[in-house]
């Protein structure tokens, strides 16, 4: 049964940073998959944010943190990772990651906000003076 634990997040000013950390297990098909962070901030829906393809490392992010954050994975640990940089206050939220096959692009992170129906207990990032 799969299962992912983030870890990472925490209280940090305006233009700091953090490292969040995911831990996939259970996978049966961990080569083949793209892995994302999705985040979720007090009353508002859950969006897509970056995601990694395994076989291409093919990358993408949504606009807002386009050349602020950077996702990597490392295959070895099975773990994935979001550095993020230069922190607003409209980037705190729950931070969650999701592994499906396909393509890493937005219509993937879409279409994993859609069929998602279970999420791991995500870590809290918060930005705030």
């Known amino acids: 049964q799969l299962q992912v634990v983030e870890s990472g997040g925490g209280l940090v000013q305006p233009g700091g940073s953090l490292r969040l950390s995911c831990t996939v297990s259970g996978s049966t098909f961990f080569d083949q998959n793209v892995l994302g962070w999705f985040r979720q901030a007090p009353g508002k829906e859950r969006e897509g944010v970056s995601c990694?393809?395994?076989?291409?490392?093919?990358?993408y992010y949504t606009g807002s943190v386009q050349g602020r954050f950077t996702i990597s994975r490392d295959n070895a640990k099975n773990t994935l990772y979001l550095q993020m940089n230069s922190l607003k206050p409209e980037d705190t939220a729950m931070y969650y990651c999701?592994?499906?096959?396909?393509?890493?692009?937005?219509?993937?992170?879409?279409?994993?906000?859609?069929?998602?129906?279970?999420w791991g207990q995500g870590t809290q990032v918060t930005v705030s003076e």
């Open positions: 999701a592994e499906d096959v396909g393509a890493c692009s937005a219509s993937w992170l879409q279409f994993v906000l859609g069929a998602r129906t279970n």
């Open positions: 990694i393809s395994y076989n291409s490392g093919r990358t």
